[in-house]
């Protein structure tokens, strides 16, 4: 037995405990945060006088409801609280939480991903198509386009909406 044992443990001891406090800090933290965003999803949800539908029709460019979620968020994210693509998650939590009645969450979006997998995975597995080796710009741009035709047939308008918005950051000539 070392001659140090003693305040080796202790420092393990103050590492461990300094770790779980950080811990419960950033989950108070995300708590409060959460809370914050909830009070936003409230308000719209008193706001909106129509359809949730016709509330979310469109995109941050002609919806504007929509532009004032997308700049808190791009707010957040210039401020480098949040990554960029963080904040575009956020924002996707954001509308699934307005559009099915939950309170918000920062993994809504992969919650729902997640449900979409499971129920994909009881189905009948499709054939798929080859690996993309060569590509362009304008060939992604009609893979982009076909991806909203099948959001459009499947109803999924927070996600159309969602993919129009992201299109068009990288794509700004991009029309729907």
Known sequence: MSKFTK???AIIASFSNG???IEKTIATIIIGQNKAIQSLVDAHLLACDTSKALYMKGNASSNDARKEVK??????ASKEFVSKSTAASYQSCFWIAFETGVPFSRDLNNQKHEAKKEESAKKEESAKTGKVTITTDSELLKTLSKALE????????????DLIELIVDFFPDFKA
């Open 150 to 161: 099948q959001c459009e047939a499947l109803n999924r308008k927070t996600l159309k909406a």
């Open 19 to 21: 770790a779980k406090t």
């Open 71 to 76: 700049a808190l968020f791009d707010t957040l």
């Open 7 to 9: 305040i080796n443990s």
